[in-house]
Every structure is written in C-alpha cells, then in structure tokens.
C-alpha cells in the first residue's frame, strides 16, 4: 500500500507541523483550512523545530474537501469537540481504500470513524510531541517527540508499516504499537489528572498542581481510578507507569497543559474525549471510578465544548 | 443557670440578628464590633423579619472584649476561617462559669474551643435560618426558622435549658438537641455538596448546579460520601434524608449557598471546617470519601481561608 496523495484536515499545530513534514520530504499534501488559508496561500507554511527549519512557500491549501478530491490518506488532527463536521468534510475524500488516521486526543476517535466511514479504513495514532502554532502557517515543534499509530483491532500491519515508513521518511520518529488501547488509556494516566485538575482548579499550570499537597494527592487518586478503569477494560497498567508520569512532570515547571491553554483562551476543550469516554468506558465495564466522575461533570459545567 | 450578661462576637448576619433580638427582649447584650462600629453606635440596630421589625436605636457595641468584660454567655458568631483570633479575643470575657456558645458553621468549632477554653464551657448550636445583612446595622431574617443547641457530649442539661429558653423568650424557635454531632453532620449533608459544588463548577447557584444531570448525581455521591463518612464516625444518616435533602433544594430557584456568596465576593470561605473536617474525621475512622476528598482539594486552591 503507498500512500501518494495525502490530506490534511485540521490545520492547528499537530495537522500543519505533520502535514509541513510530510510535505517536506516530497508528498503531494493537501492541506483543509479554515481561519490560516489566507495567509497560507500567499505566505505558505515555516516550521522550526531543534533539529531543522522548514521553509515551504508553495503550500495546497484549500477551503473545502471538494476541492481535494479522493486521497489515499486523511490525517485528521481537528479537535475531538468538532468531529460532528467530519460526517461533512469527509465523503469527497474517499476512494475504496482511503485510509483514515485520526491524531486527535483521548478514547472514542477511532469508533466514531469506524461507524461513519467503516472500520476498516481507521488507523488510530498517538502524538507524543509538544508543537505550537505561533501565527497562522507559522509552527514550533519544540519536542520533536514520536507518533505511535495502530490498527483498531491489535497487530501492526503491511499498512501500518507503510504508514509509518511515511512518516519516517519525513523524519517523524514513529513506534508502531499492536495495542492502540493500551496505549490510549496509558495516555489518560497524565492527561486526566493534569489537564482536568488545571481547569478545575482556577486554569493553573502543572507546578501549581503540584505545589498544592491536596491535589497533588488528587493527582495520584484520578490515576488511580484510570487505572481501575482501563483494567475493567483489559488493559492492564502498572503502580510503577503512574508514578513515572507523576515524576516526569516536576521537571516540566510551570507547563501548561492543552486543555488549560484552551479553556483560558475560551475555546472548546476535549471533554467528552478525554474524561467523558473515560467515565463511560469504566462504568459499562462495570467499575466505579468517583474521583474521575465528578472531574468529569464540573469540566462539562466549567468549559465550553 | 442564668444568663444575665451576654456578649456577641461577630456582627455578620447571624451575631448581628440573635443579639438584636435578645437586647429586644430586655436582655443586656454587648456586642463586638469591627467594621460596623461607628454605624451602629450611631444609628444602632435595625432587623426585619416576616413577623415583626425591630428598632434598637440605643446599641452596646464595642471594639474590644477587654472593654466589655466579663459576661455570663458569649455567643460566637465569627467565620470559622477567623478562629484564631478568638484565643485573643475571648479571655477577657470569661469568668469561671462563662458559657460559651458556637454558631458557626461545620465540624471542629466547639472542639476548637474545647482545646482552648475548657470543654465544660462550650454549647454547640446549629442555626436553621435565612439571616443578612443590608448594610451596617440593618438586617433582614427572611426566614426566621429555628436554633439547634446542644452540648458537646450528648443529654440535655439544665443549662441547656435555660439557654434554649433565653432565645425562646426573645421570639426565637430552639429545639435543643441531644445529639450534636449527629445534627452537624447532617447538616453537611446538604453543604457538602452544595455549597461546594456552586464554588468549584464556576460560582453558580442551586439551580444552576440542579439544571446540569451530572452534578446532580455529583449532589447524590456526595451526600453519599458525608453519610459513609458520618457512618464510620457512629452517626447513623437514612438515605431518605438525603433524597429530602435534594427535593428541598429544586424549590429554592436559583439560591446562592453563602459560600459561594463569599466565594463571588472574594471572601474567606469556610474550606476546612465544612469540607476539610468533614474529610479528616472521615479517614481519621478509617472510611475513604474520594468524592468529598477531590472537592476538598479544589476548594482548598480555588476559595481564600
């Protein structure tokens, strides 16, 4: 499987800084845009990261998928809280067998692909970078980091390979993983805490997290019930990963998390995504997990979604 | 047991309203004032209730305890965020027989007290009333209600008697109770997740917090954390009190709990005597409130103490 023509749907920092890689390295990209397109089409797309600069003045940037027409591959990195548009944005994409990666945060992403376009497109695809977009096509990836996509159903594919051979090429570290759920619910185990706590407790960073002795317990408590409910759900994750990513945050200082960032700025925030589907998962599967719930319904009543 | 010198410390709505109407009933009251000093030694006292209305143009006020002296009942009527001023505050009212009577909210108040005073002098008492003030010396009981006192460890005694006739004599409902702690845990019932829920969602109302599906079963989780947690402390609370206890909340509209009032406001709230306690005695019995805990920490690093 190669995958010669790509689209791009999203363009905030993870849809444009990929898209600028893939582009990079000689891909026919495609890029869907809303708010940047103007300034895109004339100025192009700049990428710095600590290992390269990218200066990529012709970029095909587009106001609707009709203008792009049938692509091998759709990476969709638009927010979780509008994937309602993808039933629209999607269609003019697809040929038999466009394959559908979807880059965006917490659990439920690849299901709702998988029963609006089949399930055997969707690739599911975690971002474990940190990237920025400074001004519109301006971007920052300022922790290259690695993606880690997979299959739905378990084992690393011919396409899979293929994938990440793409990505590869375009200089994007890429670990293949065979338990995409696994590694989705391990992802909830920093983010929960930490992007929920922040907004609940006034839109504070990660260093006044932990400065608080009482979230800081609280921290452990919302790992704790993810734990709980990814093992209801068969993924099993040890003491040792939660306090792990408990001690990799001191050093991030007063790091704001995604979510925060956003619900300060007033924008959507991925609540049915990250804590939401976290909440249902567990207790259809039977556990109880009381500190994520009540996270969850005040983060529904606190932040726009 | 008789009451013949009374001092009032702290002139909010609720000293400010039992002092008015114990000096109404002929009764010598002197109160302990801050801001609202000069206002009511000028203009003096002036209440509002749905049975009556009081002018007390002639007010004993006063800026220190020291120019009071000592009395036989000291009414405490301060924010329990404020108790370490008492032990200043309190010495120069207290002869050997001085009783000292808490109104303030939550759990810890008396023993706080207990710690410093002597046990033998403290009578809790719950106060079941809509009481606030206007403006300095003008106050509006708007549902006059009722007063719980009790003593700390358990029967009515004769001086509980003979304080529960003081107030009834100055028009004031009393049912004295036999159980303290059992009537301020029941109460938490209703703050707990009330109060704290309008702070921690935002510094919304009753029916704000009531209009969202999933704080109203954050309501019902919390009552049932408080219950497990009075269990374990041997106080007994029936899950029908708790289903009263959210009934009677859907009528009130969009009342605001006086946290959250004092939240809105940028004032002190009473994190640690409502929830902090209410969290600690239940651990202490070895029973875990993740629900009550996680709101604890939230309101610890969102309210002023």
Redesign the interface.
Known sequence: MSFKRIAIVGSGAIGSCYGAYLQDAGNDVHFLMRSDLEAVKQRGLRLKSPKRELELPEVQAYASTEEIGPVDLVVIAIKATANEVLKDIIPPLLHDDTVLLTMQNGLGNEAFLAEHFGRERVIGCLCFTCMNRIEPGVLVNSFPGYIAPGEMDGPVSERLKALGALFENAGVKVKLTENLKEERWKKLIWNVPFNG?AI???G?NCE?ILA?E??T??VM??MKDVQRGARANGVDIEDAFLEKNLEVTYPMGPYEPSSVIDYNADRPVEVEAIWGEAVRQSLAAGESV??L??????L???AKS
Chains 1, 2 share one sequence.
């Open positions: 706590l609940a407790a006034g504070i006044q608080s009482g979230l317990l609280e408590g919302l009381p500190r719930e009540l996270l969850y319904h005040l529904k009543v606190l």
